[in-house]
């Protein structure tokens, strides 16, 4: 990111996430635009409408031009929110790669796959069944033109389950070309076990990712030249020096650095080698996205960012 990416785009130094500091509801609150207060354990959707479901209504869009490719099955309703005026009719496409794996290994889990299929890294109170959901599998793997057998081979050689979320990235825009695409990396979010060594070593492997997905994006022709990127951390991790926390190990505190991360967007049109310091906040995300694609984020509260529209 520092050497390759940074120079190609702007830069934002100071993202600040002032909702709560769990995945699931941070995640949900920067896809809504507004901080969402719901269980962070819990399978409950956004209670506002999602960027996907502003993008599929007011764009009027099929289902095949939004899609999720979401880390954890505590993930699986982050496509559609449980307002009235939107919902399940204008919802993305959830991909959750794990349950696609588990599924599509209906013989039984081999131990090849078991540190692909690790869901969460936070807290054993919290472990959603993986449900072995065939028909589901097959519908995505038909989509994406993938035999369940190439998946699974395919799998075998990838390390982490970020790497797997990135191939089916890939093989979605080689196949079904979206026009909105969300991904969400979570090795990182293996520094919850304490030991920095994994937790420097998610952060490598989610740098080189990035820069696979922005190479994927270059390299397709119905993407190239076309397509605006932004990557950005859901939240930061305590600080060191905090009495409260155990540094890099968790998000509990609430303290400026878990708060207090980075936006980058690369694309046409996005200044190159620019880096703006004025802080934002992260609810800022969905309204600069409806100004940068036309729909109107009605229910978002953040603003739109000004530097890359
Ligand atoms: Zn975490």
Redesign the pocket.
Known sequence: MLGELIPQGTFYTQVINHGILG?YVATASLATGSYETLNNFASTPPGNPTIFEYYRRDLKRPVEDAWVIAPSNGFNRIGGSSHRAYGPNFSAEVVLPKQLLAASMSGGTSTDYLHLLRDN??TPLFAPPIASDEVNLQRTADLLKLSVADFNAHARSLASPDELSVYIARQLMTQVSPSLIWITLHDI?I??SGAYSLYTDGIRRSDRLCADIWNTIESLPEYKGRTTLFILPDFGRDSDTNPAGNGFQ??RTGDALSRTTWMLALGPGVRQNFVVDRPVDSLDLVPTLGKLMGFSPTYAAGKPLVEVL
Do not use: R, V
Request: glycine share 0%.
């Open positions: 995945h890294y936070e979010d520094a919850h968790h998000h």
